[in-house]
């Protein structure tokens, strides 16, 4: 599984493409309080239901508070046979609100 942290998430997110997307896996009243423009929310224990749906996508970056449901979440979808996925890790959304970097609500 290819892994980046939150600090690589956030240099590359201004030359990202509608070929790529950022999959939040946290829950619903989470991602209201605050979340990375563009990024579809998507609990970790419901990405089962939406691995048709990422296929279309070069690349998805996988995230969450701090890294253990995007691990989680990254896990099933590359079990589920998905070759796009990147885990993002170290921080999450807990440093990127820590960081003072912009969030759409």
């Avoid at 089962?48 to 279309?56: P, Q």
């Avoid at 969450?64 to 796009?84: H, P, V, Y």
Wanted: aromatic share 4%.
């Amino acid at each position: 599984m290819q892994n980046i942290s939150i600090d690589e998430l956030h240099d590359l997110v201004g030359g990202l493409t509608e070929n790529h997307l950022i999959l939040d896996v946290r829950s619903p009243s989470e991602f209201r309080d605050g979340h990375i423009e563009g990024a579809q929310n998507t609990p970790h224990d419901e990405v089962g239901a939406i691995v048709e749906d990422l296929k279309k996508y070069k690349t998805v970056y996988v995230h969450c508070k701090m890294g253990g449901r995007a691990k989680a979440a990254s896990e099933t979808l590359i079990g589920s046979g998905l070759d796009n996925i990147v885990c993002v890790g170290d921080g999450g959304m807990h440093r990127w609100e820590e960081m003072g970097w912009p969030m759409a609500k």
